[in-house]
């Protein structure tokens, strides 16, 4: 192979992928695609033939002294189940209806993706600038309905039934621009600016015959960072660094 491809990930979530350029001079394009399907032709996933999708695809455009690439993933999930629960107050047992094999009561359903896009381009043999934008979504929702019995002291009081409901989801924007450069043969300076913005929501609610509650959390939040160091060679065994960082945070 003339190009190879790498993904990365540094200690604060970021990842992309890594060209590797093999033959000098290179240009051309790179691609890889692929979609692994599950599927459920019995009836048992309660009328969701489709199981789980999981996708993949990168490709890389390479020419001169530009490289271009993208990235991205997607995986979405159904999921159809039987449950059942026991709770027990002392004396007082609160059952559901035992679990029906053929008639799932609960279910779970998740979607979520992302994709990286970005580009590398050579001023110099010693000077390189590049810039990466990702997005990243999820979103999942479960419910799970119960038929319920209350007894006392294995005396049966009535009957009810009980809900629970989840929903959630999140959205997450990136950009990274990243320069490197030696600007002699004693002299170097590196830096890169990152931003990200976040946002997602959380509802989940509960009844159980004639009693209910509810709770819904949204939240969002701004990150911002930027890196700069120099460093200078006085000879083979002696370097000074000196290094700028600042971080900015704000989430509600």
């Known amino acids: 192979r003339r190009t190879g491809m790498l993904s990365s990930m540094s200690d604060d979530g970021y990842s992309a992928v890594i060209n590797i350029i093999l033959k000098k001079n290179f240009s051309g394009i790179d691609a890889f695609a692929s979609n692994i399907s599950f599927f459920d032709w019995g009836g048992s996933n309660g009328g969701d033939a489709l199981v789980q999708d999981i996708a993949n695809m990168n ?43 053929d008639h799932p009561n609960a279910s779970s359903k998740s979607n979520n993706g992302k994709i990286n896009v970005g580009a590398d381009y050579s001023l110099s043999s010693n000077h ?25 002291n294995d005396v049966v009081l009535d009957s009810g039934f009980s809900l629970a409901r989840s929903r959630s989801y999140s959205d997450q924007y990136q950009g990274t621009i990243t320069y490197k450069g030696k600007l002699n043969e004693r002299n170097s300076l590196d830096a890169d600016f990152r931003y990200s913005h ?33 460093n200078f060679q006085f000879n083979p065994k002696l370097n000074l660094d000196l290094g700028y960082g600042n971080v900015y945070n704000s989430n509600t």
Do not use: C
């Open 198 to 230: 976040s946002k997602g929501k959380n509802n989940n609610f509960f009844q159980q015959d004639l009693y209910s509650s509810e709770n819904s959390i949204a939240q969002q939040g701004d990150f911002a960072r930027f890196n700069l160091n120099y």
């Open 59 to 101: 490709i890389t455009y390479t020419y001169r002294k530009l490289n271009l690439y993208a990235a991205g993933n997607y995986y979405t999930g159904n999921f159809n189940v039987p449950t059942e629960y026991l709770k027990q107050y002392g004396d007082r047992t609160i059952r559901s209806s035992a679990m029906d094999l």
């Open 128 to 152: 390189l600038i590049s810039a990466d934008f990702r997005y990243s979504g999820n979103a999942d929702k479960n419910n799970a309905k119960n038929d319920i019995i209350n007894s006392l």
